[in-house]
């Protein structure tokens, strides 16, 4: 599955229109990402991470440019979809990761995953729970199935989040600042979790971050100034040992 396209930007670009006037928050973004790829964009606040992965999921409208995503066996103009239309092919393509988790407050955990199940009709219900106990289970979290949020910690209900996102087992993740709110303990072991979805699952994830420690524990990385992607510098995560004795 290695070097297929799975995700493309072609010229993208994002102007919002303010009172203030318009604002671009990116600029002509051309990327590839592909397939079992586990990519990093780092910029800082305000780069335009954000706006970058509502263009790739299709939550935001762009201004210029194209979004090809090709999954499930075809290939999806992002841009030329119906607001409909985006909503079910989001639903079937890719699971979303925030930051604040976003967890329903009133549905226990295993509630919060089978939801996503129901309403897009992929299994039946009885199967919806089986799944989720699965997927709680991959995520380290099945013990506490039935507790509600609030119950549980930040990292935990990281973990459900990232869980209630392969719901509907999408080959792609969008990740917005997952770690942002954790410890660095917390936020390493939801690293963690993201990269076994890669090398074990076959998962595409495209995470966006401001923390720049994380640079090095991408398979790649790139980094967004003020809406600009940076031209990429090939560094050598792991530089080979001197030979010197
Ligand atoms: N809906 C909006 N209307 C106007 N400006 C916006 C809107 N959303 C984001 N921006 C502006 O666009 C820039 C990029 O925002 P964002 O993508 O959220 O950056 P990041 O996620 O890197 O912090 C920021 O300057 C922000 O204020
Ligand atoms: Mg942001």
Redesign the pocket.
């Known amino acids: 599955m290695a070097n297929i396209p799975i995700v493309e930007l072609k010229n993208v670009s994002k102007t919002?229109s303010?009172a203030a006037g318009d604002?671009p928050?990116l600029r002509n973004v051309n990327l590839t990402v592909n397939s079992c790829e586990f990519l990093g964009v780092v910029?800082?606040?305000?780069?335009?991470?954000?706006?970058?992965l509502n263009m790739i999921n299709g939550v935001d409208e762009l201004t210029n440019g194209e979004v090809f995503v090709n999954s499930n066996g075809s290939r999806i103009s992002v841009h030329n979809l119906s607001e409909d239309e985006k909503a079910l092919w989001r639903g079937k393509t890719m699971g979303v990761v925030y930051q604040s988790f976003q967890l329903l407050p009133m549905l226990t955990l295993i509630e919060n995953i089978t939801l996503p199940m129901d309403l897009a009709e992929n299994f039946k219900p009885r199967e919806s729970r089986e799944r989720a106990m699965e997927l709680l289970h991959l995520v380290e979290i099945d013990e506490h199935a039935d507790k509600l949020p609030a119950f549980i910690s930040g990292g935990q209900q990281q973990r459900v989040a990232i869980a209630r996102a392969l719901a509907n087992d999408p080959e792609i993740l969008v990740a917005d600042e997952p770690t942002g709110s954790l410890d660095s303990v917390t936020a390493d072991h939801i690293f963690d979790v993201f990269s076994r979805l890669v090398d074990e699952r076959g998962k595409t994830i495209i995470m966006?971050t401001?923390d720049m420690s994380l640079k090095s524990r991408f398979t790649r990385c790139l980094t967004?100034v003020d809406?600009e992607l940076q031209d990429e510098v090939k560094v050598d995560a792991k530089p080979k040992r001197s030979r010197k004795q």
């Open positions: 919002y303010t604002f928050a910029g800082k606040s305000g780069a335009g991470k954000s706006t970058l966006v401001h967004l809406g």
